[in-house]
């Protein structure tokens, strides 16, 4: 199966990569803005919002990955986010329909539900309170919307929670780094749950979509079960790493407070910061999403959450690389 993946270079592409790489009978390529850590060889630059080049990329394709976004809180201008999610769905599958190709899965996000939600499915109306979720529920809307038209191709939706894993810099990551170095601080009261899903469990899902999901338009919320709260968190990266963690819960007021200060001066110097309103309210908020279509479908996640977070712990924290090779999301 020939297999053109837009847009992975990044952290998830990578694994995609490596994983169909180990098995046989899969001929992968990858067209992306930047090159590649381990699969160079078999990339080429390119941009997504290209429509000549998408049509010269995609020739000889039996299926596309379509994983280019814009996804940091910070892009600016803010047309960006639409520029590459939205007007590269359309690129895509124009560059798609003039090579005949009829398969694509499409990295969405459960950004697209919006905060807050009680444990939305695939069924629950989109709410994106941020022109990152406003961009990718367009882009399954132009998806959507071609395959009205186009009723013999196979277009799946994959919408993940936040991804993390080993080499990843994100949230997750930045969030595990000051639990286990004793520097964080508990804005609420810690009952809110944060789904998450391995960096594992995703690309294996991804790999089932191939192989087993070949008809029609499907859309899948990706989580790995069961969700924790802020506090089991806590406590399982101390049971992991052998130490104890304390934690200072201060109020939810207080963290926003903190939230805005950064954002007024982030505008004053001009300078990007790690903290602002917009982290904080992710932070505090709930996201839980019903994963039981997806986890019903014939698909077994290869490992628990429990041990997603145990394998990046012991790589990132136990027994750290000496190599530099890291990537960087939200």
Not at 286 to 302: I, L, M, Q, V, W
Request: hydrophobic share 40%; charged share 25%.
């Amino acid at each position: 199966m020939k297999i053109v993946m837009i847009g992975a270079s990044g952290f998830v592409g990578t694994r995609l990569i490596n994983l169909l790489w180990e098995c046989e009978g899969y001929d992968c390529r990858n067209v992306d803005l930047l090159p590649s850590h381990f699969f160079n060889d078999i990339t080429v630059i390119g941009d997504v919002r290209d429509q000549e080049q998408m049509d010269r990329e995609l020739a000889g394709a039996d299926l596309v990955v379509l994983l280019a976004a814009q996804h940091r809180d910070d892009i600016s201008p803010v047309s960006l986010y639409y520029d590459t999610n939205v007007g590269g769905m359309e690129v895509t599958l124009k560059a798609m329909e003039k090579n005949g190709v009829k398969r694509l899965i499409f990295f969405s996000s459960v950004a697209i539900y919006g905060l807050n939600k009680k444990c939305p499915d695939e069924s629950h109306p989109a709410d994106p309170f941020n022109h990152y979720g406003k961009s990718k529920w367009q882009a399954e809307q132009v998806a959507g919307k071609w395959y009205e038209s186009h009723p013999d191709w196979n277009i799946n939706i994959v919408r993940p929670t936040v991804i993390f894993g080993e080499r990843n810099r994100g949230n997750v990551y930045n969030l595990l780094n000051q639990i286990s170095g004793g520097k964080f601080l508990m804005v609420g009261n810690g009952r809110n749950r944060k789904s998450m899903a391995y960096v594992g469990n995703i690309v294996s899902f991804s790999k089932y979509l191939i192989d087993s999901v070949k008809d029609g338009y499907n859309v899948f919320n990706y989580i790995d079960k069961p969700d924790m709260d802020m506090n089991a968190l806590v406590g399982h990266v101390s049971k992991v790493l052998k130490k104890h963690i304390p934690s200072t819960h201060f109020p939810y007021w207080l963290g926003m407070a903190g939230g805005y200060c950064f954002d007024l001066l982030a505008k004053v110097s001009g300078k990007k910061l790690p903290i602002s309103s917009v982290r904080v309210k992710k932070f505090c908020s709930t996201t839980e999403f019903d994963a039981r279509k997806a986890h019903s479908c014939g698909f077994k996640a290869p490992y628990t959450l429990d041990e997603g977070l145990a394998r990046t712990l012991e790589f990132e924290f136990v027994h750290p690389r000496p190599d530099d090779i890291i990537f960087k999301s939200e």
